[in-house]
C-alpha cells in the first residue's frame, strides 16, 4: 500500500528557533501535498496544499512567512516552523494524494504518522 | 462554510458488542464523505467514503457507513467490535474536487475486555 513518511517524528526546541518536517511518498509520486495541524484532543485543521514545483496555498488564518512549505520533488515536501513559540507545539500530520488518481474529491489521501513539536 | 459534527467525543463499548459513530455535516449539497481511523504512532487509514451510489458503504475490518441525505448523517457501524478497534475516528467531508477535507472533532472509541 501507500506509505508516507515524516521526520522527525518527534522535536523539542527553543523558542525563537525553526524546525523542519518533512513529509515523504516512499512508493509513490504525489504532486499534491498537505499539511494539517492537530491539537491535543481535537481534530485536524488543513493548514496549506503544497504543490510540487508552486507556491503552496495557505488556508484563512495560517501565516505563510511563519509556516514555509517547499515541495521540491514529487516525493517529499517540507513544513519550516520558522521563529518557533511555544503556542507552535502541537502535531503536525502531512498527506499525500497520489499522482495515478484522477485528481477529484473522491481520491484517497494518504496520511504520514505526524510529528509532534514542543516548543519550550 | 461546511463543518462536520461528531457529537460523542468518547465511546466505551465491550468487545464482541456491536459500535456506532454519529457525524453530521451541514453543507447546501451533498459532499463526498470519508471515515478515517487514527492509532498512536500511525497515521490516518482511510475505513471507507461515499461519494455517490448506493448510500450503504462497505469499508476495511468489517465497518460501514450509511449516508442519510434527510438527516446529513453519515454514521459508523461495526457489528462485533475488536480490542484493536480501540482507536479515534474521524468523519471528514470534502465538499468539491480538490481534496480539501474538513474534519469532524473525531470520537475515541475504548474497548472493554
Not at chain 1, 523542519?20 to 499539511?35: G, P
Not at chain 1, 511563519?66 to 502535531?91: C, G, M, Q, R, Y
Not at chain 2, 451533498?30 to 475505513?47: A, D, I
Not at chain 2, 461519494?51 to 468489517?62: C, E
Amino acid at each position: 500500500g501507500a506509505v508516507v513518511s515524516q521526520h522527525p517524528s518527534r522535536v523539542i526546541c527553543k523558542s525563537g528557533t525553526s524546525v523542519k518536517i518533512e513529509c515523504r511518498s516512499l512508493d509513490f509520486q504525489a504532486t499534491t501535498m498537505f499539511w494539517y495541524r492537530q491539537f491535543p484532543k481535537q481534530s485536524l485543521m488543513l493548514m496549506a496544499t503544497s504543490n510540487e514545483g508552486s507556491k503552496a496555498t495557505y488556508e484563512q488564518g495560517v501565516e505563510k512567512d511563519k509556516f514555509l512549505i517547499n515541495h521540491a520533488s514529487l516525493t517529499l515536501s517540507t513544513l519550516t516552523v520558522t521563529s518557533a513559540h511555544p503556542e507552535d507545539s502541537s502535531f503536525y500530520i502531512c498527506s499525500a494524494r497520489a499522482d495515478t488518481t484522477s485528481g477529484g474529491a473522491a481520491d484517497e489521501q494518504f496520511f504520514g504518522p505526524g510529528t509532534r513539536l514542543t516548543v519550550l | 462554510a461546511q463543518s462536520v459534527t461528531q457529537p460523542d467525543i468518547h465511546i466505551t463499548v465491550s468487545e464482541g458488542a456491536s459500535l456506532e459513530l454519529r457525524c453530521n455535516y451541514s453543507y447546501g449539497a451533498t459532499p463526498y464523505l470519508f471515515w478515517y481511523v487514527q492509532s498512536p504512532g500511525q497515521g490516518l487509514q482511510l475505513l471507507l467514503k461515499y461519494f455517490s451510489g448506493d448510500t450503504l458503504v462497505q469499508g476495511i475490518k468489517g465497518f460501514e457507513a450509511e449516508f442519510k441525505r434527510s438527516q446529513s448523517s453519515f454514521n459508523l457501524r461495526k457489528p462485533s467490535v475488536h480490542w484493536s478497534d480501540a482507536a479515534e475516528y474521524f468523519c471528514a467531508v470534502d465538499k468539491a474536487a480538490g481534496n480539501k477535507l474538513t474534519f469532524g472533532g473525531g470520537t475515541r472509541v475504548l474497548v472493554k475486555p
